[in-house]
């Protein structure tokens, strides 16, 4: 039980790419969410789902897109990547709409 | 209204000391607030959460005090140990699975 796993851990990419955050959950668990952290801000909600085929915009969606096609997987797409979506983003995954288990992050630079 | 503000930013604590941390919300749909806990390069992990049925909760060295008329909130660290040395976040969620969180709180515990 490996709980919520992130791929990749680093990623440098220029102004422009295009990437996709992996997320994925070996827990069965039905909610999940997207947060990206930067110094000084605490945490912020990007994107959730409360199930497999539905989504929903959290505190700060532009520039991100998600699906969730299956209960175990939860992908973040940065369309056109800017440098301000520098920053450590973070999975999560709950039971319940109260509970989240959060993977070990990924930290993204864009140049 | 979505707001938690937490402080202080930074707290320095001599071991065997109490640590303090505050938060305050302006929401009143929130219905549960979670405490986390987060050592560098990890991802934030649950420490302890309270409900505003009740004005205090413990877990061992950990207390939550909850002022609903107030709409605030804190963390108490009982003797505090080098080993409690992280960042620490507040949050609200009022079931919808939008989390708030607060900025954190960067605890030193000195030996």
């Known amino acids: 039980n490996a709980g919520v796993t992130q791929t990749p851990k680093f990623q440098v990419l220029k102004t422009g790419q295009s990437m996709t955050l992996q997320c994925a959950q070996d827990m069965n668990h039905e909610y999940m969410s997207w947060y990206r952290q930067d110094p000084g801000m605490g945490l912020r909600l990007i994107h959730y789902s409360v199930g497999a085929g539905i989504t929903d915009q959290g505190e700060v969606p532009n520039g991100y897109n998600v699906s969730r096609s299956t209960t175990e997987d939860f992908p973040l797409r940065l369309l056109s990547a800017a440098p301000s979506q520098t920053s450590v983003y973070f999975c999560a995954a709950g039971r319940s709409s109260y509970e989240q288990y959060f993977g070990p992050g990924t930290r993204l630079t864009v140049t | 209204q979505q707001q938690v503000k937490q402080s202080p930013q930074s707290l320095i604590v001599q071991k065997g000391g109490i640590s303090i941390i505050n938060c305050a919300y302006e929401?009143?749909?929130?219905?549960?607030f979670p405490w986390y806990q987060q050592f560098p390069g990890k991802g934030p992990a649950l420490l302890i959460a309270i409900r505003p049925d009740v004005s205090e909760k413990k877990e061992g060295r950990f207390t939550i005090s909850f002022n609903k008329s107030a709409k605030q909130f804190s963390l108490h660290i009982m003797d505090s140990q080098p080993g409690d040395s992280a960042t620490y976040f507040c949050?609200?969620?009022?079931?919808?699975?939008?989390?708030?969180f607060g900025t954190g709180t960067r605890l030193k515990v000195l030996a």
């Open positions: 949050a609200a969620t009022s079931g919808t699975y939008k989390y708030i």
């Open positions: 929401n009143t749909a929130f219905d549960y």
